[in-house]
């Protein structure tokens, strides 16, 4: 499967932005997926997860009460909104999918090309 990150951008503290990742490909109802973001100097982190149906969530500490994730199937798309945003939310973001139920990076096996985030304070 191929994915596509996008809706990156600047925007001020308290503001929100939209991420889409659209898939092209193998089936994309058949993939756990993930949405993690890299800040520079810092490791990959995970940020919020879906399961196949869309019905289970998985959201990081830092993005619970302000992001939530969301997928549509028959569009090949996943979802990330977020709002709140803080200095501290700046990273590239991507995303991410996998065959089975995992936070851990490594077990993903596709994964779009990233989008800037840049939240000014």
């Known amino acids: 499967v191929q994915l596509q990150a996008s809706g990156g951008g600047l925007v001020q503290a308290g503001g929100s932005l939209s991420l889409s990742c659209a898939a092209s490909?193998?089936?994309?109802?058949?993939?756990?997926m993930g949405w993690f973001r890299q800040a520079p100097g810092k490791e990959r982190e995970i940020v919020a997860a879906?399961?196949?149906?869309?019905?289970?969530?998985y959201y990081a500490d830092s993005a619970k009460d302000r992001f939530t994730v969301s997928r549509d199937n028959f569009k090949n798309t996943m979802y990330l909104q977020m709002n709140n945003l803080q200095p501290e939310d700046t990273a590239v973001y991507y995303c991410?999918?996998?065959?089975?139920?995992?936070?851990?990076?490594?077990?993903?096996?596709?994964w779009g090309q990233g989008t800037q985030v840049t939240v000014s304070s």
């Open positions: 879906i399961s196949w149906g869309g019905g289970s969530f």
């Open positions: 490909g193998r089936t994309f109802s058949s993939y756990y």
């Open positions: 991410a999918a996998g065959p089975g139920t995992t936070i851990v990076a490594v077990r993903y096996d596709y």
